[in-house]
C-alpha cells in the first residue's frame, strides 16, 4: 500500500541534543512538507521541498534543518538550537505543483527533557 | 495578514444530531479550500476540499461542506453524527498563487455524547 511513513511514533531526548526525525513516502509525491503541531495552534509549516535537492523555509524553520537527497525521503532534524522542541511533527507530501491536496503521515511525538 | 478562523474550540453534540463545525477566512482572492480530521495521536486525514464550481461539497463519511463566498466561510456539516466521529476537525485553506502553501486554523475538537 502506497503512503506515508514516520518513524518514531515517539521520540525522547535530552536538552542539548539534535535529533532527526524521518519521513519516507511510497506515493511518488513531488513535494514533502514539514509541520509541528502544539495544542490549541493548528499545525505551522516548518520547511517544504518541492523538487529533490532543493527546499524552503516556512513559518517556523528556526532551529529546524532538512535535506531532501531523494524524491522518497525528507528527514527533519530538530537542533539544539530550537527552543521549544516538544511537539507532534507531522509530514505530508503532495504530487505536483499543480495539484493542491497533501496526504499525512501518522505523525512523531517529540519529547525533549 | 491572512488567516483562518476556527472559532469553536470545543463542541461537543449528541450521537445522532447534526453538526455544523464553522471555518472563516480571510483572503482577498479566492482560495483552495480543506477540511481535515485527526484521530487522537494520529495524523490528518482528508475529508473534503473546494476548488472551485459547485459550492456544496461532498466528502467521505458523510461530512459535506459549504463554500460561501459572501460570508468568507466554508462551514463543514454533518446531518447525524456517529460516536466514532469524536476527532480534532481543521479547516485549511491554500491561496491560489501563493506558492501552495497550506495555512491552517486552530482547530475544533469534537465530543459525541452517547
Known amino acids: 500500500d502506497g503512503g506515508i511513513t514516520q518513524s518514531p511514533k515517539y521520540l525522547f531526548r535530552k536538552e542539548g541534543q539534535n535529533v532527526t526525525l524521518s519521513c519516507e513516502q511510497n506515493l511518488n509525491h513531488d513535494a514533502m512538507y514539514w509541520y509541528r503541531q502544539d495544542p490549541g495552534q493548528g499545525l505551522r509549516l516548518i520547511y517544504y521541498?518541492?523538487?529533490?535537492?532543493?527546499?524552503q523555509k516556512g513559518d517556523i524553520a528556526e532551529g529546524y534543518s532538512v535535506s531532501r537527497e531523494k524524491k522518497e525521503s525528507f528527514p527533519l532534524t530538530v537542533t539544539s538550537a530550537q527552543k521549544n522542541p516538544t511537539a507532534f511533527y507531522l509530514c505530508?507530501?503532495?504530487?505536483?505543483?499543480?495539484?493542491?491536496?497533501?496526504?499525512f503521515g501518522p505523525g512523531t511525538r517529540l519529547t525533549v527533557t | 495578514a491572512q488567516s483562518v478562523t476556527q472559532p469553536d474550540i470545543h463542541i461537543t453534540v449528541s450521537e445522532g444530531a447534526s453538526l455544523e463545525l464553522r471555518c472563516n477566512y480571510s483572503?482577498?482572492?479566492?482560495?483552495?479550500l480543506f477540511w481535515y480530521v485527526q484521530s487522537p495521536g494520529q495524523g490528518l486525514q482528508l475529508l473534503l476540499k473546494y476548488f472551485s464550481g459547485d459550492t456544496l461539497v461532498q466528502g467521505i463519511k458523510g461530512f459535506e461542506a459549504e463554500f460561501k463566498r459572501s460570508q468568507s466561510s466554508f462551514n463543514l456539516r454533518k446531518p447525524s453524527v456517529h460516536w466514532s466521529d469524536a476527532a480534532e476537525y481543521f479547516c485549511a485553506v491554500i491561496l491560489t498563487g501563493g506558492g501552495n502553501k497550506l495555512t491552517f486554523g486552530t482547530g475544533t475538537q469534537l465530543k459525541v455524547e452517547l
Open positions: 521541498s518541492q523538487i529533490v535537492n532543493d527546499f
Open positions: 505530508a507530501s503532495k504530487q505536483a505543483s499543480n495539484t493542491y491536496e497533501q496526504y
Open positions: 483572503y482577498g482572492a479566492t482560495p483552495y
